[in-house]
């Protein structure tokens, strides 16, 4: 009788005991996954839906590892600097990565790469400024450049080698295009090598400060920079190209303008037999003063193509070069290679030569526009 009362009394004790257990796993809180850190990037993405963001993984070269690694990208509108290096990472400087994209991204990525110019200097050149010929006296200076027969035009693409989609598409244009390298994109010497294959020429996009307080690149030529310091950084600059004729400015509105230092450059192309293109970033540039100061050909664009990255704008833009070199013998735009710009030549280079307009190389213009060059 004891041994069953025993029995029994163990029997509800350890029931008892299981509900109990039973009801403490039921009524606890359930157990939450461990999340890594959460930055205050991705905390204001995650409380602002009407902000765009984007989370890119890749492949960090600069990480000894080699272990992959993610970036946190939005877009408010604005461009802070700590957005700005992130862009700058995917672009080309550390992320071996090629993004596909969407069009908001290009914008971002087009304003780190561009710099925002006023519309009276965008369209400087194609002021028509009508004086009383009868109180004008003409003394030309020198013979005026013959261009033949047919109006010449030169198009000129900046920001070459970050984008390796973006890039590849102008390459894919079998037309004498001119296109300008910057000097930090990854695998230079592979698309440089295509570019050339597909008949463009190639120049050195030179990054230069601007007026506004915009990082132009991971190396930039600056006012604060000695004299010295110019002339050897835009020294390794060149060494990274071979075979080239020319540069034009990577933004540049401030630096442009700065005659000293302009000078240094040119005497550096005088030593090369290079040519200088100036981009006019600023109406206010001494570039063309320090190439005469020097005794190197010179030569400015007429027109920026894709200020707006439409295409409807850029066709328009087409136009106004036709006319120009229509007017004057030849007429030099400088574009990007923007989704929009790549679209609008697309559309309009095959049908240049019906229209008695002849596509040139920068080169043969400047042989053009001055005899001597490429002869000593």
């Known amino acids: 009788m004891v041994v069953l009362v025993l029995g029994l009394m163990l029997f509800f004790y350890f029931r008892s005991g299981k509900e109990a257990a039973r009801q403490q796993v039921a009524t606890a809180e359930p157990e939450l ?32 590892d080699g272990n992959s690694s993610e970036i946190i990208l939005m877009d408010t509108g604005e461009m802070d600097e700590d957005l700005r290096q992130k862009i700058s990472l995917i672009a080309g400087n550390g992320y071996n990565v090629d993004l596909q994209i969407n069009g908001d991204m290009h914008n971002l990525l087009d304003k780190l790469y ?26 030309p200076p020198h013979k005026p450049a013959y261009w033949g027969k047919e109006p010449k035009v030169v198009i000129v693409i900046d920001d070459m080698g970050i ?17 300008a390298f ?41 006012t604060k920079m000695s004299l010295e310091e110019v002339g050897a ?8 190209f ?8 990577h933004m540049g509105s401030k630096l442009t303008e700065d005659f000293e230092r302009m000078r240094v450059i040119m005497k550096i192309l005088k030593k090369r037999g290079m040519f200088f293109l100036d981009s006019k970033t600023s109406a206010k540039s001494r570039a063309e003063e320090a190439a005469e100061a020097e005794g190197i050909a010179y030569a400015h664009r007429h027109v920026f193509l894709d200020n707006n990255n439409d295409k409807t704008y850029i066709l ?6 036709e006319g120009l070199a229509r007017k004057n013998g030849y007429a030099i735009a400088i574009g990007h290679p923007k989704t929009a710009t790549y679209a609008a030549l697309q559309e ?10 002849r596509l040139i190389h920068m080169s043969d213009a400047i042989k053009v526009l001055h005899p001597s060059f490429d002869k000593k």
């Open 33 to 64: 996954p461990v999340l890594h850190e959460i930055s205050s990037y991705e905390l204001f993405c995650a409380n602002n839906e009407d902000i765009n963001c984007w989370q890119i993984s890749g492949q960090d070269d600069h990480k000894q």
């Open 114 to 139: 561009e710099e925002e110019l006023p519309y009276d200097v965008i369209d400087e050149s194609l002021k028509e400024e009508k004086p009383h010929l009868k109180e004008v006296t003409f003394v």
């Open 163 to 179: 984008s390796k989609k973006r890039t590849a598409d102008i390459i894919s244009l079998h037309y004498p295009l001119t296109v």
């Open 182 to 222: 910057l000097t930090y994109g990854n695998n230079l010497e592979e698309q440089i090598a295509a570019a050339k294959k597909s008949g463009h020429e190639i120049m050195l996009h030179t990054p230069m400060e601007a007026s506004s307080n915009i990082d132009a690149a991971p190396d930039v030529l600056t």
């Open 242 to 249: 071979s075979g080239i004729k020319g540069i034009n400015n």
């Open 233 to 240: 950084n835009f020294e390794k600059m060149l060494e990274k």
């Open 348 to 357: 309009w280079l095959p049908g240049l030569s019906g229209k008695g307009i």
């Open 316 to 321: 328009g833009q087409l136009k106004k070069v």
